[in-house]
Nanobody, 114 residues
Framework: QVQLVESGGGLVQAGGSLRLSCAASGNVASINYMAWYRQPPGKQRELVAI???????NYADSVKGRFTISRDSAKNTVYLQMNTLKPEDTGVYYCNARLNQWYWGQGTQVTVST
């Protein structure tokens, strides 16, 4: 079992920045991947960024060059630094951990205004 708690969402103007945090607890030693997903209003959940246990990262094309996923292993925390935010980045952002099954956080709202 893994528990995930996100924080850091909010309202920001276009061009601004936010940093999301995801604190993991429980069986963290068994986590293979951690990722951030988002669900825009009226749309399906989509992958934003992923980081492996070895530190390899990958990003959705729509956020490459603007978002950075990173982790602090000592704190069992994964971050998503979001720069140059656009209105289309608006949505609920979810932290995801992958072990023998997938775990999800409760989500944090990000709203980017024009």
């Amino acid at each position: 079992q893994v528990q995930l708690v996100e924080s850091g969402g909010g309202l920001v103007q276009a061009g601004g920045s936010l940093r999301l945090s995801c604190a993991a607890s429980g069986n963290v030693a068994s986590i293979n991947y951690m990722a951030w997903y988002r669900q825009p209003p009226g749309k399906q959940r989509e992958l934003v960024a992923i980081i492996t246990s070895g530190g390899t990262t990958n990003y959705a094309d729509s956020v490459k060059g603007r978002f950075t996923i990173s982790r602090d292993s000592a704190k069992n925390t994964v971050y998503l630094q979001m720069n140059t935010l656009k209105p289309e980045d608006t949505g609920v952002y979810y932290c995801n951990a992958r072990l023998n099954q997938w775990y999800w956080g409760q989500g944090t709202q990000v709203t980017v205004s024009t």
